[in-house]
């Protein structure tokens, strides 16, 4: 089994920053992709920043030149640097985690962190 936990949110005014974490762990092999989402009330959860093994990046358009994702591989940690904050960025943020365990390949959620701009 894989454990995905995030933390780092909260309640931050218009134009701060916040840095999330999420750390993977249990009967991992390796992991491939790790990624951020987000879902607003009444939206759809969506993809926020993605990283691949090898370090390639993708962002959504609304966040780019203000969000930064990067990995840890030898902590199984993803983080995400959020800056200049709008209140539209305002969502529970979740982690998903691509990984190989002894059985399968997987994809694995953690339980979402909240993220609240004030404006």
């Known amino acids: 089994q894989v454990h995905v936990a995030e933390s780092g949110g909260g309640l931050v005014q218009a134009g701060g920053s916040l840095r999330l974490s999420c750390a993977a762990s249990g009967s991992i092999l390796l992991i491939n992709a790790m990624g951020w989402y987000r879902q607003a009330p009444g939206y759809q959860r969506v993809l926020v920043a993605q990283?691949?093994?090898?370090?390639?990046?993708n962002y959504a358009d609304s966040v780019k030149g203000r969000f930064t994702i990067a990995r840890d591989n030898a902590k199984n940690t993803v983080y995400l640097q959020m800056n200049s904050l709008k209140p539209e960025d305002t969502a529970v943020y979740y982690c998903?985690?691509?990984?190989?365990?002894?059985?399968?390949?997987?994809?694995?959620w953690g339980q979402g962190t909240q993220v609240t701009v004030s404006s």
């Open positions: 990283i691949t093994g090898g370090g390639s990046t």
């Open positions: 998903n985690v691509e990984a190989y365990t002894n059985y399968a390949k997987g994809n694995y």
